[in-house]
């Protein structure tokens, strides 16, 4: 479990005009609060459907623990919203019983999930009709990088709102060097889409190789070694190649995720008549994992697919 610590900041810091509200207050949502505080914003109101997430960050940072998501809203002036999937993402917008829209004029949204870029242009639609803005702040980092503000963030929406939110952006994303704002609501999404498309085909090839290099008796330090240096090299060599061989799958990014998101590539493939054989081959291998009960391994788990063996819960080592 990931310890909070604050950063060691000047006293001199004031808290900076913006009231900023969180819906989706796990280990991403959390640490993004957590960052935004320490760096003086004023994190007002959090969110989650697991109330005692969103309690308990609460009375760390200082913030109310909303029992509705209107309360976000009436609490906030910039709302980040760090949900599940589609369904999730529309329905803290248009639940009749509930929903962030109300009473949001003048408010801005920013959504930050990994879902479709239909969902951003819908969500979008009826932020408009409440009187509110929204943009995409699709992120391609994970939970270290959030805590410390180093996120990779894909904006998209129209560029007024978006420069109105980017102050707060700048201090998520290295002061702003790893933000991107790629145009319109729903390409942000797009380009997510493609950037982790292709980190869970790189995934899956890379678990293959290893796979098949164990089954070869190859010392696997060597063959990631000579991987490094040569034309089979990748980021994921990096961050998954010795957590597929020690089988230590402990969760960054979730095989889960990584289903659902291969998923929406897929879909945008298909609007657009592209055939994608390596995409849908990964997608198949990651619903495979989560349906063996895997879902909540990190992507690495998909090597305990390819190493002989494998295919079930590693053996816990006995005191």
Do not use: W
């Amino acid at each position: 479990m990931l310890t909070a610590k604050r950063l060691a900041l000047p006293h001199t810091i004031t808290t900076m005009p913006e009231r900023i509200g969180f819906v989706g207050v796990g280990r991403m949502g959390a640490n993004m609060a957590r960052r935004l505080k320490d760096v003086g914003y004023d994190v007002t109101a959090v969110y989650d459907i697991h109330k005692p997430a969103a309690a308990d960050l609460a009375k760390e940072i200082g913030a109310e623990s909303c029992t509705s998501l209107a309360r976000v809203t009436e609490l906030s002036d910039v709302v980040i919203t760090v949900v599940t999937d589609d369904k999730a993402q529309l329905n803290v917008f248009s639940n009749k019983k509930d929903n962030l829209l109300k009473g949001a004029k003048g408010r801005i949204f920013v959504n930050c999930a990994t879902i479709s870029p239909d969902t951003h242009i819908a969500v979008e639609k009826l932020a408009k009709k409440a009187g509110a803005r929204t943009l995409e702040g699709c992120m391609a980092s994970s939970i270290s990088q959030a805590r410390a503000g180093t996120l990779y963030l894909m904006v998209g929406g129209d560029a007024e709102t978006f420069a109105k939110v980017k102050p707060i952006l700048t201090k998520l994303s290295d002061e702003g060097k790893l933000m991107r704002h790629i145009g319109k609501t729903g390409q942000a999404a797009q380009v997510k889409a493609l950037v982790n498309m292709v980190m869970n085909i790189n995934t899956a090839a890379l678990a293959e190789g290893l796979g098949l290099a164990d089954a070869l008796k190859l010392d696997l330090k060597t063959v990631m070694e000579v991987f490094s240096q040569t034309g089979a090299n990748s980021r994921v060599l990096a961050t998954d190649g010795e957590d597929m061989v020690n089988r230590d799958h402990s969760c960054f990014f979730s095989a889960a995720h990584a289903a659902k998101d291969s998923g929406i590539a897929l879909k945008i493939a298909k609007k657009q008549k592209l055939n994608l054989p390596l995409a849908a081959a990964t997608f198949a291998q990651y619903t495979k994992l989560t349906k063996l009960g895997f879902g909540e391994l990190d992507k690495s788990g998909i090597a305990e697919l390819t190493f002989k063996g494998r295919g079930k819960a590693p053996k816990k080592k006995k005191k």
